[in-house]
């Protein structure tokens, strides 16, 4: 293998990506070639030592050493009786769990098929005493256990045909009538339940119908906010199906691609990443991400990432129930850099939830104040005019 | 690890290293440095990376190729890769 082929394959060996027999043939190489042995290892050098900056923050060699001697002395420590005892237990108290189970199992299941296997009625005795019966097998049951038939069966006694007919005919038409009467109220009440169902049933259908119709006042009022920036917002979709899994897979890639991009301060492209993902987001489920995201940033002190991503929430997501919050935040993040114009827009938007007017119509005040000696301050050169 | 807590030198060394990487890394030609960053932060195999930014796996491993070597000629007049790794 000549040294063009094997510095190709390289990259997938410092990664382990490579066939074995790939793998064979670049060591064999390697082996023989000093000129690409060391440029593996300066490759992994550089691996290695990006992997630091990402894993290991700028910290405590202290701790460090903490931390690797407790864990040497752990590794260190033998097992006392009772660790030693529990490893070999472990396994003798799973077989037993297991056996006791199936045997459970296999009990329920055994009751399980002789109660299906009981004995029938028998239709023929009862038959025979009611020839001309209109009764269901069920009452005939009953009957038999009022001992008006099978009578014959007992010893001594008389015949089940030596009943009298006109009494036993008489009871039995009472015992029917009941059981005509308890089954229409049955009916009865089996209509009022499915009627009841049938009506919640309606009830959701219709709420479910009605997406732009929520109970909280602040909402629907929220549906009159224009979003904060100029760029035409994506109309909320209806509750979504569920993704697809290559839909989900790429909306996920873009927008993790997104994050580096806004870890490493090039906003533009990460917008345009993030962008890329909120199309392929079918259930609107970014938004809390985005959001969370922002949240994130704004604690680091990084206002101008928030910003982006509480933007993207607005701009995509006007239903997002947590909108406020994200308004609220946004103007905060405006306040931040000092951009008091867009802090007093976002500030004035916020006015039209109930709950949060009155912090509105403060954070309004202090805004203005603020602009104003902003304005001063550049009328006297302090600051650079915009 | 043992060996840096020891050596004050080498640690110092090792994080000047590391603050030079970072400014090669941002100096990287974009496509490369989204290849590099892809595998290197996020740690996404090179079949994923290729579906992520749209081209072949072939062609992503050729641009994370030429990220490293571009890295390795920015590093390499400041540090001796052998004392760093």
Not at chain 1, 294 to 312: D, F, M, R, T, W
């Amino acid at each position: 293998m000549d040294c063009n082929r094997a510095e190709k394959l390289l990259v997938g060996y410092l990664y382990q990506e490579l066939s074995p027999a790939e793998t064979v043939r670049i060591e064999k190489h390697l082996e023989s070639c000093s000129r690409c042995a060391r440029t593996l290892e300066n490759w992994k050098a550089i691996h290695l030592g990006f992997q630091r900056t990402v894993e290991e923050p700028p910290s405590a060699p202290y701790l460090k050493e903490k931390i690797l001697a407790t864990a040497r002395q752990e590794l260190g420590r033998k097992n006392t009786f009772f660790e030693n005892f529990y490893l070999i237990l472990k396994p003798a108290l799973i077989l037993p769990v297991m056996l006791f189970a199936a045997l459970a199992v296999f009990l329920i299941f055994q009751r399980n098929t002789q109660m299906a296997q009981a004995p029938k009625p028998q239709p023929a005795a009862v038959q025979e005493t009611a020839p001309s019966s209109r009764l269901d097998p069920d009452t005939e049951n009953k009957l038999r256990s009022l001992g008006y038939v099978g009578e014959d069966q007992q010893a001594g006694s008389r015949s089940a045909k030596e009943v009298s007919k006109p009494s036993l005919s008489r009871d039995r038409n009472e015992l029917a009538d009941s059981m005509e009467a308890r089954k229409q109220d049955e009916g009865r009440e089996n209509d009022v339940a499915v009627q009841q169902y049938d009506l919640k049933a309606k009830t959701e259908t219709l709420s479910k119908d009605r997406p732009s119709a929520p109970e909280p006042s602040y909402v629907q009022e929220k549906e009159t906010i224009s979003p904060p920036v100029a760029a035409s917002p994506v109309p909320a979709q209806p509750p979504a199906p569920a993704e697809e899994g290559k839909g989900m897979e790429v909306k996920n890639a873009a927008f993790k691609k997104a994050q580096v991009y806004f870890e490493r301060n090039d906003l533009n492209k990460g917008k345009t990443e993030a962008e890329q993902a909120i199309v392929q987001d079918k259930t609107g489920s970014l938004a809390a991400e985005f959001h969370e995201a922002g949240k994130k940033y704004q604690s680091n002190k990084e206002p101008e990432q928030a910003i982006v991503q509480y933007n993207l929430v607005l701009n995509n997501y006007p239903y997002y129930e947590q909108s406020p919050d994200v308004i609220l935040r946004l103007a905060e993040a405006y306040e931040q850099i000092g951009a008091y114009d867009k802090a007093l827009n976002s500030y004035q938007q916020l006015r039209q939830y109930p709950a949060l007017k009155n912090t509105a119509d403060q954070k309004i005040g202090e805004m203005m104040k603020k602009r104003k000696a902003q304005e001063q301050l550049r009328s006297l050169g302090y600051v650079d005019k915009q | 690890m043992k060996d840096d807590h020891a050596n004050p030198e080498k640690e110092y060394q090792q994080r000047s290293f590391d603050k030079a990487l970072q400014e090669a890394v941002d100096q990287l030609p974009d496509e490369q440095r989204e290849v590099f960053l892809l595998r290197e932060q996020m740690n996404l195999p090179f079949e994923e990376i290729a579906k992520v930014v749209g081209c072949l796996p072939s062609t992503a491993k050729s641009r994370m190729r030429y990220a490293l070597q571009s890295i390795r000629e920015k590093l390499a007049n400041r540090f001796s890769m052998a004392d760093i790794a």
